[in-house]
Nanobody
C-alpha cells in the first residue's frame, strides 16, 4: 500500500509562489507516475500536472498552468513537488496529489487513479 501526505498549501497574494509537497510512505513512489489535481468550490476536479515514473523525464501540464507551475520528483526523498509561481486568484482550490502505475500521460485524462492524498488548500488573494 502507499500513503500520500500533502503539505505546503496556504494563503498567498496574486503573483506570489507556493511549493506543494507530496510525501509517500508505506512503499516507494519511484515506480508510480504522479500527478497533481485541484478542485475549486462547486467545480469538478481538474488535472494540473503529471510526471512519469522513475526519472520523471516526461511532464504534462494543463494549459491553464503552463509556464507557471513545475512538477518534479525526488525519488531519494520519496516525494513529488509542485512549484507554483505567478499565482492567480483562479488557482484557488484544494490541491491533491495522486499516484498510479500507469503512464503520466494517462493521468492527464483519467478520472480514477490508484492512490490519492488528502489535499491541501491553496488560497490566492487578489
Amino acid at each position: 500500500q502507499v500513503q500520500l501526505v500533502e503539505s505546503g498549501g496556504g494563503l498567498v497574494q496574486a503573483g506570489g509562489s507556493l511549493r506543494l509537497s507530496c510525501a509517500g510512505s508505506g512503499r516507494t513512489l519511484s515506480s508510480y507516475a504522479m500527478g497533481w489535481f485541484r478542485q475549486a468550490p462547486g467545480k469538478e476536479r481538474e488535472f494540473v500536472a503529471a510526471i512519469s515514473s522513475y526519472s520523471g523525464v516526461s511532464t504534462y501540464y494543463a494549459d491553464s498552468v503552463k509556464g507557471r507551475f513545475t512538477i518534479s520528483r525526488d525519488n531519494a526523498e520519496n516525494a513529488v513537488y509542485l512549484q507554483m509561481n505567478s499565482l492567480k486568484p483562479e488557482d484557488t482550490a484544494v490541491y491533491y496529489c495522486a499516484a498510479d502505475r500507469r503512464s503520466g500521460s494517462y493521468l492527464r485524462t483519467a478520472r480514477y487513479l490508484e492512490h490519492w492524498g488528502q489535499g491541501t488548500l491553496v488560497t490566492v488573494s487578489s
